[in-house]
Each structure stands twice: as C-alpha cells, then as structure tokens.
C-alpha cells in the first residue's frame, strides 16, 4: 500500500483529543515537553514529576467541561494544573476563555493546587484566524510543534517509531484538514426503506414534504436521517434558516433554527417556559466549521428505527416517529406569536 494513503478519512477534533490524552498518560516525555511550552510562555519554572490525565472533566462551579486537565507532580505537594483546550476549527464559546481562566483561579485559591495554567493547543492557522480568543490563554501551543516533537521521537524506529510517525501524520492531516475521499455505495435495503418512507409521509403526513434529500437515488450506507424539505418550515420574515427533520438511529426528531444555538443562555429561558407541557428539550449544536454558528434544537425522542433492517417490520415505531415529527412542525407553525417573541430577544443580544 503506498505511504501517501491517508489512515484516517479526515482528522476530527475529538481524534485530536484523544491523541493527546494518550501522549499524557503514556509518555514521559511529551508530559516534561509540553510542561517545558507553557512555563515558557508564562515566564515560570513548573517542576516535571508524576503526572496523570483526565479528559472532559466537569469545572468547579460550571456545567461546562474542560477539555484535557493535566496534573503534573503531586504527592506531599500541591500539583501543578495546566487546563486545556484543543481547537480544530470550531469557533470559541461563549465566554469560553474566561471560564478556563476562572475555573483556574479557583483551582489556586482553594489550595487545590500549587499553580494552574491554560493553554490552547490549535493549528497555527487557527490561532492567528483567532488571535484575540487565543491571547485570553496562558499559553498556547501550535499543532505544528506537537507534530514535530512526535516526528522527533520517532527515529526510535520499531514499533514505537511508527506509532509515533502515525500521531504526527495525523496532526498534519488536521492541520491542512485533509480527506480521503470515498465513493458512495447505494444499498438496495436503504433504497426500498427510503421508498417507503417517502410513500407513508405523503399518504399520512402530507404537509412533512420530502427534501431533496429524501428523493435522490444511490443513498448510501450511512444516510441516516430524514431532512424534510424547506417548506415544511414557516417562512416568516424574523426567522433565520431553519430545517426540520427525523433523525432514525438517534431516535429523535427536531427543528433547528440557525445561528440560534449562540444565545442559548439568553434564549433557553423564555423557550423553555413558552414549550412548558409539551414533550420538548433545547439542545444548541456544536458548529465544526470555522467561524461556525451554533443552530438551537427543539427536540422530541423518537423511537430508534434501522433503516437496514427493513421498514414493515419496523412499521409502528416508524409512524410514531413521523407523528412525533409531524407534532413538532405543527407546535411551530401554530405557537407564531412566541416564536416572533424568541426572535425578538435573539435580534436584540
């Protein structure tokens, strides 16, 4: 197989994640070289002892995570803390910053630790794209030198030289958001599920209109939700882009008003007290793009459907799904004037 074949179809975030978590917790020396980067950055002297990891870790006083905690030293000493955040090319959080900087600050003054640091680890691309979001971290880290310190290592050679040719070969593919492209592969199963599909929401639902999506022929294997089309949504003049749909393997079905999930704070209060009875959540989404906007969900469980596994079988929690989804585009179209009332406090952040 040629060398230049990429591994992965494309390096995520969370694959960025989990690499180096599993540098932290297994390498030595990649603890002393990143401990080295941020006392550099913060002008201080962090001293290298043992060391241990935890990813997704929930902050003192906030629901909110931090990405990878580090904890260097410990023992009869307080440990040194460095929080941080990996960024591929999702947009920063509301606050997001400042919270690692708070959750900080409380880590020292409640003799948690000895010292607590931040740090951004992110393509050079991203940082400079974000200087002002990256400036607010005690440190920061270029995906460039991670991947040249694993190179580095990697003239060990055996085995651990080429896990270690691997992980930087994955930061690069991060860095330059390179794909391995793939050719969809139609599955007869999927085709006569879709078919069906399609059929049943225009014999009982005609108003949950097939997006385009829904139509084309050749879907493939993993084309696991149904996207309905623009017009099943209200096109009143303050609303943004919206899009209803039936997610089969989530088991769910939800509308999503873009651009909305960025004022989840402000909003999730009065849509809250304005959908009080009825069966749904908010649920902003995490925008991947760079210079993405979070969408806000309104959601309503549904029963879990394999559109692999043939669609008679299936029949019941199918139409369940579909009135649940049906309900959910009604509860819009007829609740106008609360609608009108979260676009105005959206309008006015």
Request: with cysteine; hydrophobic share 40%.
């Amino acid at each position: 197989m040629p060398d230049d074949i990429l591994t992965l179809t494309h390096a995520t975030e969370r694959d960025i994640d989990l690499l180096l978590v599993e540098e932290f917790k297994c390498s030595p020396d990649f603890v002393r070289w990143f401990s080295h980067q941020v006392a550099a950055a913060v002008g201080a002297s962090i001293h290298v002892g043992p060391s241990q990891v935890t990813h997704s870790r929930r902050r003192t006083h906030n629901r909110r995570e931090i990405d990878i905690c580090l904890e260097i030293g410990g023992g009869k000493a307080p440990a040194t803390y460095v929080l941080v955040e990996n960024k591929l090319d999702t947009t920063e959080q509301f606050e997001q910053a400042e919270s690692y900087r708070e959750e900080a600050r409380q880590l020292v003054s409640n003799g948690t630790v000895n010292a607590a640091y931040t740090a951004l680890i992110a393509p050079t691309s991203y940082l400079n794209q974000h200087r002002h979001f990256a400036s607010k971290f005690d440190a920061t880290v270029p995906y460039e030198t991670v991947a040249a310190f694993l190179t580095q290592r990697a003239i060990s050679g055996g085995e651990v030289g080429d896990r270690l040719r691997h992980r930087a070969a994955m930061m690069e593919q991060a860095i330059t958001k390179s794909r391995r492209g793939y050719e969809a592969v139609p599955l007869a199963q999927i085709e006569q599920f879709n078919a069906k599909y399609v059929a049943l929401a225009r014999a009982k639902f005609p108003l949950l209109k097939p997006g385009p999506s829904m139509l084309k022929e050749g879907r493939p294997g993993e084309s696991k939700t149904m996207i309905f089309a623009p017009d099943a949504c209200p096109d009143w003049d303050f609303l943004p882009q919206m899009r209803i749909v039936h997610q089969l393997r989530e088991g769910n079905a939800n509308v999503n008003f873009y651009g909305w999930g960025d004022q989840f704070v402000t909003l999730a209060g009065p849509m809250a007290t304005d959908l009080a009875g009825a069966p749904y959540r908010l649920v902003p989404t995490a925008n991947k793009r760079a210079n993405g906007r979070s969408g806000l969900m309104i959601v309503v469980e549904t029963p879990q459907v394999d559109n692999i596994s043939g669609f008679d079988a299936q029949a019941d929690a199918i139409i369940k799904g579909m009135e649940a989804t049906e309900g959910l585009r009604a509860w819009i179209w007829g609740h106008k004037e609360a609608v009108r009332r979260w676009a105005a406090i959206r309008s006015n952040c």
